[in-house]
């Protein structure tokens, strides 16, 4: 199917999608997206082994519906050019590599692995078969974490010193989240987030990762952790350091704080809010709000634009690479009770900018099939 992928790109066209995994963020979030991106993104096939899921979202979307076991032939299917993989952590090296070896492009949702050698198979994989591989960073579309980016590189607060996060929520009893097996804990979920925005901030890599993990004795963090800290050291000992929680109130926030001034956003990695700026300098606070948008249909579009016009996509594979070595790294350093040095990626990454930035109108809610949220 290879040569096929290629020959069905060109302009004015649309990319079909298969969506992999119909969990509660696919069907709240991705699979309404499309509305929002048809200029050039259309939704053909769903994948999931719950067949009154398949029944009633296939005759909802009119789509093609497959299961796990039809995966292959789900791949075949001559309009299907791209996959959205949003099927447990542990699983997303496996169909993203099965869908680059069919030729079909991979959009996968974060953390792109549970460690760095199933990172490699994943952009390895893709590189072969020439497929486009784009890593579901949504926030990289999204404008108020883009302007945070842009507030930081302009000097307004001086040179930047410190980042601090905290990213929380009550954690349902029994979601996938909480099972080690299928890729649970609080860094591969919610952590990444503040890793993720740490690196984009200060435009750097660490050096080097310390954490502490704490279980708070609840009967759901039997097999993950509760509560995890961090502290990243990156160059000119500039620090970033974060809290990410399975067993607290909701939280989203972030604040980098530099030689002359302060940013605060909060809520600041949400999807279904609007998020807000507060910038302080010279003790004179300033505040921006970014209205709630679709920031999923963000995704679609620009992956979609990337497989058209033959680009490479950032956030890429290496991108995701970044972020697991470090997740991996504070695991050690958690497990060690000591600090992990990290070494370099060997590759210098691109950092995302203004001009990825993407404006949709937020979507309605639809009714969910068999998915319970994350939270209660």
Request: net charge positive; hydrophobic share 40%.
């Given at each position: ?24 963020i696919a069907q709240v979030a991705v699979l309404p997206a499309f509305t929002h991106a048809k200029r050039n993104s259309r939704l ?219 940013l605060r956003v909060e809520p600041a990695y949400e999807y279904a809010e609007g998020l807000t700026h507060y910038l302080t300098v010279n003790g004179r606070e300033q505040r921006r709000t970014f ?86």
């Amino acid at each position: 199917m290879q040569a096929n992928a290629s020959s069905r790109q060109g302009a004015g066209r649309t990319i079909g999608y298969a969506v992999v995994g119909i969990g509660h963020i696919a069907q709240v979030a991705v699979l309404p997206a499309f509305t929002h991106a048809k200029r050039n993104s259309r939704l053909v096939a769903i994948v999931s082994d719950d067949a009154r899921k398949r029944r009633e979202l296939g005759r909802r979307y009119r789509v093609a519906t497959y299961s796990y076991n039809e995966y292959g032939a789900c791949l075949a299917h001559p309009d299907v050019d791209a996959v959205y993989i949003a099927v447990p952590n542990s699983l997303h090296a496996r169909y993203a590599v099965r869908a680059a070896q069919g030729g079909v492009h991979v959009l996968c949702e974060k953390p792109m692995a549970l460690d760095e050698d199933q990172c490699a198979s994943m952009i390895r994989a893709a590189r072969q078969h020439r497929v486009k591989l784009m890593i579901a960073y949504r926030l990289h579309f999204e404008a108020a974490n883009l302007r945070a980016a842009e507030v930081v590189r302009s000097g307004v607060l001086g040179e930047p010193r410190i980042f601090n996060s905290v990213f929380g929520m009550q954690v349902t009893p029994g979601d996938v989240r909480l099972r080690r097996a299928l890729g649970g804990g609080t860094l591969y979920d919610v952590g990444i987030y503040c890793i993720n925005a740490a690196r984009s901030l200060f435009r750097d890599e660490p050096i080097e990762v310390s954490a502490f993990a704490s279980h708070n004795g609840d009967r759901r963090f039997r097999e993950v952790d509760e509560m995890t800290s961090a502290i990243l050291r990156f160059r000119d000992d500039r620090l970033a350091c974060f809290t990410s929680s399975f067993g607290a109130a909701d939280v989203a926030a972030y604040e980098v704080v530099g030689t002359k001034g302060r940013l605060r956003v909060e809520p600041a990695y949400e999807y279904a809010e609007g998020l807000t700026h507060y910038l302080t300098v010279n003790g004179r606070e300033q505040r921006r709000t970014f209205p709630k948008r679709d920031q999923f249909a963000a995704e679609l579009l620009y992956f979609s634009d990337c497989i058209l016009h033959d680009r490479e996509p950032e956030p890429s594979g290496y991108e995701g690479l970044a972020d697991v070595r470090i997740i991996r790294a504070l695991q050690r350093s958690a497990a060690s009770r000591r600090p992990v040095k990290i070494r370099a990626l060997g590759r210098r990454l691109r950092r995302p900018s203004m001009r990825q930035e993407t404006h949709r109108p937020p979507v309605r809610k639809p009714r969910v099939v068999r998915a319970r949220p994350p939270s209660r």
